[in-house]
């Protein structure tokens, strides 16, 4: 079981791979599957468990999701929506909380996670570079995806053939700039979370640092600025923030050093032209244009297509599928789930909380990146079955109230078998 957990933490930290690729059905990818398969693993182990945790906020989130769908269905229908696309994608986001919910509280490791992205995250970044040499000398790109296999989005092979002409910028091993940047920028956090870290980690800091200029997403040099920043601000002492305002005087002298560098300069021009991160803060202005009744903006619409509106974030998203009481929910949710998360997920948290504002990662393969971290608090707030009834049979047996603190020689004494 314990190799189970390791295999299942692995999957968690490298599903975007996967989640490139199709299977039979248009809908569904590879990751998909592939989570199916370890859902039902986990759950035939978790029936051989006397202690089954489960985490209360992933399954309430699980059920308002469910219930919304069945609300709007009943008194809010609109034209833009077909049962079945929002039914498909409401189970979908169902069955992402209900594995959040079980399976990560008990077979979640997160050392092995930790390393798994950290090496994921610099397996991918020298990917990066290798395409850029590659696309610099020869004129021909790289393709980061494996032959042979059906894509879930087709204009990967096409960007790979002829569209890098337009667009230059690298992708990895990711379906675009942005999502290279989004994993490469959790595993920055993960490094930053510690208190203290090694040279080989400072290293790898600034190599995934590189790889995040290079790619040229706008997204990723903007939030790879809020890190740093956030990162001296709450763990600096005063040293590292003297050293934070020289670095800000010198910030012009720096900008007429990037500007010189191409992949800079796409990124400028892409600000510029607004097909970057600034059209995505675009969107909110949308919310206040569209025109819904009293169910839409208390309960929302659900999870109808919203290619009509153009991009919508992640913030958006809950309002426009969920409305009022969606993103009273969900935000709150996750500022508790950030406040309460430990040290070292900090930046993580916060580094979420900040690409919502422009990403669309919260409703996708992405909140197994971020999520099984968050869930784990300061207290290991991990809510279980199996141990509120064997506390409920020690003080049967007993009288002692299993709540109360005693010494660990003295608790073994109150085990039940």
Same mark, same amino acid.
């Given at each position: 079981?314990?190799?189970?957990?390791?295999?299942?933490?692995?999957?968690?930290?490298?599903?975007?791979?996967?989640?490139?690729?199709?299977?039979?059905?248009?809908?569904?990818?590879?990751?998909?599957?592939?989570?199916?398969?370890?859902?039902?693993?986990?759950?035939?182990?978790?029936?051989?468990?006397?202690?089954?945790?489960?985490?209360?906020?992933?399954?309430?989130?699980?059920?308002?999701?469910?219930?919304?769908?069945?609300?709007?269905?009943?008194?809010?229908?609109?034209?833009?929506?077909?049962?079945?696309?929002?039914?498909?994608?409401?189970?979908?986001?169902?069955?992402?909380?209900?594995?959040?919910?079980?399976?990560?509280?008990?077979?979640?490791?997160?050392?092995?996670?930790?390393?798994?992205?950290?090496?994921?995250?610099?397996?991918?970044?020298?990917?990066?570079?290798?395409?850029?040499?590659?696309?610099?000398?020869?004129?021909?790109?790289?393709?980061?995806?494996?032959?042979?296999?059906?894509?879930?989005?087709?204009?990967?092979?096409?960007?790979?053939?002829?569209?890098?002409?337009?667009?230059?910028?690298?992708?990895?091993?990711?379906?675009?700039?942005?999502?290279?940047?989004?994993?490469?920028?959790?595993?920055?956090?993960?490094?930053?979370?510690?208190?203290?870290?090694?040279?080989?980690?400072?290293?790898?800091? *600034? =190599? &995934?640092?590189?790889?995040?200029?290079?790619?040229? @997403? +706008?997204?990723?040099?903007? !939030?790879?600025?809020? #890190? /740093?920043?956030?990162?001296?601000?709450?763990?600096?002492?005063?040293?590292?923030?003297?050293?934070?305002?020289?670095?800000?005087?010198?910030?012009?002298?720096?900008?007429?050093?990037?500007?010189?560098?191409?992949?800079?300069? *796409? =990124? &400028?021009?892409?600000?510029?032209?607004?097909?970057? @991160? +600034?059209?995505?803060?675009? !969107?909110?202005?949308? #919310? /206040?244009?569209?025109?819904?009744?009293?169910?839409?903006?208390?309960?929302?619409?659900?999870?109808?297509?919203?290619?009509?509106?153009?991009?919508?974030?992640?913030?958006?998203?809950?309002?426009?599928?969920?409305?009022?009481?969606?993103? &009273?929910?969900?935000?709150?949710?996750?500022?508790?789930?950030?406040?309460?998360?430990?040290?070292?997920?900090?930046?993580?948290?916060?580094?979420?909380?900040?690409?919502?504002?422009?990403?669309?990662?919260?409703?996708?393969?992405?909140?197994?990146?971020?999520?099984?971290?968050?869930?784990?608090?300061?207290?290991?707030?991990?809510?279980?079955?199996?141990?509120?009834?064997?506390?409920?049979?020690?003080?049967?047996?007993?009288?002692?109230?299993?709540?109360?603190?005693?010494?660990?020689?003295?608790?073994?004494?109150?085990?039940?078998?």
């Amino acid at each position: 079981m314990n190799g189970f957990g390791i295999w299942f933490s692995v999957f968690l930290m490298t599903a975007p791979l996967f989640k490139i690729y199709n299977l039979f059905f248009s809908s569904v990818t590879l990751a998909d599957g592939i989570l199916i398969l370890f859902f039902l693993s986990g759950l035939f182990f978790l029936l051989n468990r006397k202690i089954i945790r489960i985490h209360r906020l992933f399954l309430f989130y699980a059920g308002f999701v469910f219930f919304q769908f069945v609300m709007v269905c009943i008194w809010n229908q609109t034209e833009e929506f077909i049962f079945t696309d929002v039914l498909f994608r409401t189970l979908r986001y169902v069955f992402f909380f209900l594995v959040l919910a079980f399976l990560v509280p008990n077979f979640f490791h997160e050392e092995t996670a930790v390393k798994t992205m950290k090496t994921v995250a610099a397996a991918a970044t020298g990917y990066l570079f290798l395409q850029k040499i590659i696309l610099l000398v020869s004129g021909m790109y790289l393709p980061g995806y494996l032959p042979g296999i059906p894509l879930s989005r087709p204009e990967m092979a096409e960007h790979a053939t002829v569209l890098f002409q337009y667009d230059p910028r690298p992708r990895s091993i990711f379906e675009e700039p942005s999502h290279y940047a989004f994993y490469v920028l959790m595993a920055m956090a993960l490094i930053l979370g510690k208190n203290k870290f090694q040279r080989r980690e400072r290293n790898l800091l *600034v =190599f &995934l640092g590189l790889g995040i200029l290079l790619s040229a @997403s +706008s997204t990723g040099i903007i !939030a790879m600025a809020a #890190l /740093f920043f956030i990162w001296i601000f709450l763990s600096g002492g005063k040293k590292q923030k003297k050293a934070m305002v020289i670095g800000l005087l010198f910030l012009p002298f720096l900008g007429l050093v990037l500007i010189r560098i191409p992949a800079f300069q *796409v =990124f &400028l021009e892409r600000m510029a032209k607004g097909t970057s @991160s +600034s059209q995505h803060l675009g !969107a909110y202005g949308i #919310l /206040f244009r569209l025109k819904q009744n009293v169910f839409s903006v208390f309960l929302g619409n659900g999870m109808i297509d919203t290619t009509t509106y153009g991009f919508l974030p992640s913030y958006c998203r809950v309002y426009y599928y969920y409305g009022i009481a969606g993103v &009273l929910l969900v935000v709150g949710g996750l500022l508790y789930l950030v406040f309460f998360v430990k040290r070292e997920y900090l930046y993580l948290g916060m580094l979420f909380l900040i690409l919502c504002i422009s990403g669309t990662e919260l409703f996708g393969i992405q909140v197994f990146l971020i999520f099984p971290y968050l869930s784990l608090s300061k207290q290991e707030r991990e809510y279980s079955m199996g141990i509120q009834k064997q506390q409920r049979q020690i003080k049967e047996k007993t009288g002692w109230n299993p709540k109360t603190p005693i010494s660990r020689k003295r608790r073994c004494r109150y085990s039940v078998e």
